[in-house]
Structures are given as C-alpha cells and as structure tokens.
T-cell receptor, first 113, second 115 residues
Framework: AQSVTQLGSHVSVSEGALVLLRCNYSSSVPPYLFWYVQYPNQGLQLLLKYTTGATLVKGINGFEAEFKKSETSFHLTKPSAHMSDAAEYFCAVSGGSQGNLIFGKGTKLSVKP | GAVVSQHPSWVICKSGTSVKIECRSLDFQATTMFWYRQFPKQSLMLMATSNEGSKATYEQGVEKDKFLINHASLTLSTLTVTSAHPEDSSFYIC???????????FGPGTRLTVL
C-alpha cells in the first residue's frame, strides 16, 4: 500500500522568501512522485515529477524537489516566493498497476506582500 | 501537448436528474482515464479508472450504478451521475495518461451543483 503525508495544511510566506512544502511518502515499491498545483476552481497542473535517475528534480515556475529515499521524503522548494505562487499544492505517489495516483491532503500556500 | 478538456465546466441540476460529464484528451491517445471527486478544501479522491473498451474499475465505496463511466474511444471518457442528489454536489476532475504508469494530465474540472 502507498500513502502520502503532507505536513502543514497551510503555509504562509512573505514575497521573496523561501518556499518549503513538505511531503513524505510510504511505498512498498520504488515510487514515482509528483507535485501538482491547483488554482481555485481549476484542475491540477503538473509542477514536476520524479521517476528514476537524478534525485533533484526541477520543475516549472522555479520549483524543485529532492527525492530522499532514506527519509522517504519529496519536499518542494522555491528560493523566492512570488504572489502568483499562492495556490493549493498536492504531493502524489503513483501506485497500482495502472499508475493510480494517491494524493496527499494538500497544502495551501499563501504569499504575503 | 498533453491537454485534457472537460465539458461542461459547471452544471446546476435538479435533484433526481442525470448529468453527463465529458473528458477528452485533445492531442494524445489516452490509455487510461481516471475520474476524481474533490469536496471543498479537501484532496482528490479517486472514483474509478477506465480503459478504452473495457469496464471501469471503481474504488471501494463508489456506487458503479450511480456513477456510470463509459470509455468509448482513446480520447473520450464520460461520467454520468444518475439520479443526482445534493450530496453529489462536488468538483469532478478527470485525468488521462498516454502510457500506463506515466504522468497523469488533468482536465480543468466540472463543478456540479445539485439543487
């Protein structure tokens, strides 16, 4: 069985500050890991994904995440927050033979001016 | 590439009626399509997985006779909410992938409100 835990349902940062959104996973097989962003009343947009290979993954909009197997973590970071980064962020792990996604509960990011 | 559309984007219906939501992969053939439901301020919950030409696989607790899924082609899947009730009001999101286990690309979602 696979699961995802996102620590902190709400994170607030100042514009220009570091963004750190935490994600820990549980998986009995080598995981595929994803970060998605959701703006209000919209679907999900893929930020980045880890499948195999390099453990530091760079995504869109300046985000990156590092896969740490020893810590079972896949935290999302961005060096400098922008107002447009305010949204809901979901971490997900791919499980099942058909690649079903198991989502964390999400973290709402607020950016203060 | 990898664009998924949904129609309608929002729908309001009376209790007891049926509503059909379409999910299309616009620029790729989707091996698998997924249907999710999202309640306000909550995460996405997988309802069912469908492969073209075969019956959908429903998650535990999801009534297959209430949420009818048809995956008639490699670019189209439909979700029909039959005899809708207010508790079915939710945000329904579909996704599709090109290859099993590959990245899922999400549609923009459909907001269903049942009066």
């Amino acid at each position: 069985a696979q699961s995802v835990t996102q620590l902190g349902s709400h994170v607030s940062v100042s514009e220009g500050a570091l963004v750190l959104l935490r994600c820990n996973y549980s998986s009995s097989v080598p995981p595929y890991l994803f970060w998605y962003v959701q703006y209000p009343n919209q679907g999900l947009q893929l930020l980045l994904k880890y499948t195999t290979g390099a453990t530091l993954v760079k995504g869109i909009n300046g985000f990156e995440a590092e896969f740490k197997k020893s810590e079972t973590s896949f935290h999302l970071t961005k060096p400098s927050a922008h107002m447009s980064d305010a949204a809901e962020y979901f971490c997900a792990v791919s499980g099942g033979s058909q690649g079903n996604l198991i989502f964390g509960k999400g973290t709402k990011l607020s950016v203060k001016p | 590439g990898a664009v998924v559309s949904q129609h309608p984007s929002w729908v309001i219906c009376k209790s007891g009626t049926s509503v059909k939501i379409e999910c299309r992969s616009l620029d790729f053939q989707a091996t698998t399509m997924f249907w999710y439901r999202q309640f306000p301020k909550q995460s996405l919950m997988l309802m069912a997985t469908s492969n073209e030409g075969s019956k959908a696989t429903y998650e535990q607790g999801v009534e297959k006779d209430k949420f009818l899924i048809n995956h008639a082609s490699l670019t189209l899947s439909t979700l029909t909410v039959t005899s809708a009730h207010p508790e079915d009001s939710s945000f329904y999101i579909c996704s599709a992938n090109r290859v099993r286990g590959d990245t899922q690309y999400f549609g923009p979602g459909t907001r269903l409100t049942v009066l």
